[in-house]
Structure formats: structure tokens, C-alpha cells
């Protein structure tokens, strides 16, 4: 997907309501992928512990949609918006929206880091890296 002049990113988390169930999570995987390749979406998500954390970036207007809805899924709850802001291009343009351990993201959200010219997408992605906490990624190393 190109750059678009409106592309903005947005990462926040959240907290899984009790009870859900690892086909709670193929839904939700389903629906973002179909939903956000149509609305030019893409992004990752992590789910650890019962704590998501999601990164998505795409044409504000679609995001703000996206955010709207989210904010009205009681799937989880105590939603945080962590970091938010505008993009000149894409970290994630291939990914409508995939599932990575919270290690993975790290790995990945510093790489992107150690590659991005961008004042903004720097305190973004520091912002982001900070929440993602060694212990939610323990069974992971
Ligand atoms: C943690 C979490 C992440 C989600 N991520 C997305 C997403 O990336 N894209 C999307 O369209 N819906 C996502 N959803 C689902 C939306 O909240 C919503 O149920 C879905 O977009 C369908 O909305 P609608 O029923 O109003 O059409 C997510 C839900 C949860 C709980």
C-alpha cells in the first residue's frame, strides 16, 4: 500500500474481557483482516497475559472509524491510547493485521526504530516499546 498524505498511526491497549476464548481471537483476526485490507488498515497485534496491545496505521479516517468501534467492543475494556500521530509511510504495509507474541513485536517495533527517519514515528515507537514490558513476554525467551 502507497503512502497517503492522511496516514496516520495509532497504538494503544487494552484488557481481554474474562472468559475469552482462543476462538474469541480467530474472530477478531478474521474480521481485521477483511475489514482493514477494504479500509487500507494495517498493523499488528499482541495478545499476552489478558493484555492486548495493538499497533494500527492507515488514512485518519479509517482509523478513527476503526477506533470508534474498538472503543465499543466489550471483548476488552480500560482501553489506552499510548501513542498517536501522522506518517509519511508505512511501518507494517503488508500486514492487514497479524498476530505476533508480544517478543516478536519487540523484536520487530526496534528494528523499525533503528530504520525510521521520522521525528514523530520515533516517539511513537519509543512510546510503544516502553509499554511492552519484559514481563509480558517471559514464556517467550
Ligand atoms: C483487541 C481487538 C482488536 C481488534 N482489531 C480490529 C481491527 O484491526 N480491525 C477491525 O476491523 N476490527 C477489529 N476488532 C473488532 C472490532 O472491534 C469490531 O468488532 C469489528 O470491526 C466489526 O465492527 P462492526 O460490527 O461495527 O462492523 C478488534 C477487536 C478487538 C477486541
Not at 517478543?103 to 510503544?128: F, K, N, P, W
Request: aromatic share 6%; glycine share 6%.
Amino acid at each position: 500500500m502507497n503512502a497517503k498524505a492522511d496516514l496516520v498511526h495509532l497504538s494503544y491497549c487494552s484488557q481481554a474481557c474474562t472468559g475469552l476464548q482462543t476462538g474469541d481471537l480467530d474472530k477478531i483476526l478474521e474480521i481485521s483482516k477483511t475489514n482493514n485490507h477494504r479500509h487500507q488498515i494495517t498493523g499488528l497485534l499482541t495478545y499476552s497475559g489478558d493484555i492486548f496491545i495493538q499497533f494500527i496505521e492507515g488514512p485518519k479516517a479509517s482509523i478513527d472509524h476503526l477506533m470508534y468501534r474498538l472503543r465499543g467492543d466489550r471483548r476488552h475494556k480500560n482501553l489506552i491510547v499510548l501513542s498517536e500521530g501522522r506518517d509519511h509511510l508505512r511501518l507494517l504495509p503488508d500486514w492487514d493485521m497479524e498476530l505476533v507474541s508480544a517478543y516478536e513485536a519487540h523484536q520487530m517495533l526496534r528494528e523499525a526504530l533503528r530504520e525510521t527517519d521520522q521525528y514523530g514515528t520515533v516517539i511513537a515507537l519509543s512510546r510503544l516499546l516502553a509499554k511492552l514490558q519484559p514481563e509480558l513476554y517471559r514464556d517467550a525467551e
